[in-house]
């Protein structure tokens, strides 16, 4: 009598579990193995793709496209090396008479188009005159959708169906929650009263200063971005009191066509007269100034020739350096 191995039908069923249990241990430690290769590759592709409409992306992030067009497959949050964002990608499919077609696009946060291309277009009719076309994009805004440059007419159903995806991809980005950008503490900005109504200042790079008492100057912008005026910076420095030398700094923002809109004369930066109210008197003469333009202003140091001798009763010192800051404010704007 034959054991229980011994038996044909016992011994193959043996074999054939041992060499399953072996294939299957294989297979698990090669999957093991390739899986994070194979996930790496699949999302350096990635990349790559979203590279092509927006350069210098090192990371991004698949945001949920519920609410979203049927025909946006994918809506990215691209990151630099840093973390910062970026920009948007959307991925979008069409399908017209003519075939297919998949849309790549990014934006900014303000939905201006940054990049654009097909990562597959399968078109049988004018496929360049059709890429061309939705490269004219790039630059326009989601919300206007208006092409730079002439569109080519004889693709006339492929370019509906890129107007269409355009369009749909323009309300996923309207479905995007975007945070408003946190504008930076400005010290200047800070420095003048809220209801001049300036939100950020910005150096004025191409200024280069022909006085030394205009140190700097920076440009004036609100919060929607609109340019208020530029912000001087003047300092000087003068007699105070017999043969004390006293320092005043001094900011004053200008419109574009010199009409004077406020000043600023922190403590912080009032090293003159301070003892007699001296500080105090001459703002009178600053506040009454405000709304007139430089150009009109008289630089006259004698309080006799002025328009204003009741508010400038006293503090002559204090009241000269000003007016010599202001002259050489306008003698740099004039110039």
Not at 84 to 105: C, H, P, R, S
Not at 218 to 230: F, I, T, W
Request: aromatic residues 8%; negative net charge.
């Amino acid at each position: 009598m034959k054991t229980l191995f011994e038996k044909d039908i016992v011994r193959f069923t043996f074999v054939l579990t041992v060499v399953s249990l072996a294939c299957g241990l294989l297979i698990g430690a090669v999957n093991y193995i390739t899986a994070p290769v194979i996930e790496n590759n699949l999302l350096q592709a990635k990349l790559d793709a979203y590279e092509s409409v927006l350069p210098g992306i090192e990371s991004f992030t698949e945001l949920d496209t519920e609410g979203d067009p049927a025909t946006v497959v994918d809506k990215i949050e691209g990151k630099d090396q840093d973390d910062n964002v970026l920009g948007y990608i959307f991925v979008a499919d069409g399908k017209n008479k003519y075939g297919t077609m998949t849309i790549v696009l990014s934006v900014d946060a303000e939905g201006t188009i940054l990049g654009a291309t097909f990562s597959a277009i399968e078109q049988t009719y004018q496929v360049e005159d059709t890429r061309n076309n939705l490269a004219l994009f790039v630059g326009t805004t989601l919300s206007d959708l208006t092409p730079a440059g002439d569109i080519t007419t004889g693709a006339t159903g492929s370019l509906n169906t890129v107007m269409d995806l355009l369009s749909d991809i323009a309300t996923a980005y309207g479905n995007l929650d975007i945070p408003e950008p946190e504008l930076p503490d400005d010290p200047t900005a800070a420095l003048f009263d809220d209801s001049l109504g300036i939100a950020y200042t910005e150096d004025d790079d191409g200024f280069a200063s022909g006085s030394a008492l205009v140190l700097w100057k920076k440009m004036a912008y609100d919060a929607e971005d609109n340019v208020l005026g530029s912000v001087y910076k003047l300092e000087g420095t003068g007699v105070k009191h017999d043969t004390d030398q006293g320092t005043i700094g001094l900011y004053v923002l200008l419109s574009e066509d010199g009409t004077i809109l406020g000043y600023a004369l922190p403590n912080a930066e009032y090293g003159h007269s301070r003892p007699s109210n001296y500080q105090y008197v001459n703002t009178l003469f600053l506040d009454s100034i405000i709304g007139g333009s430089l150009s009109d202003l008289s630089f006259s140091t004698d309080k006799e020739d002025e328009d204003f001798p009741d508010l400038i009763t006293d503090g002559t010192n204090t009241y000269t350096l000003i007016i010599t800051m202001l002259e050489a404010l306008h003698e740099e704007v004039q110039s």
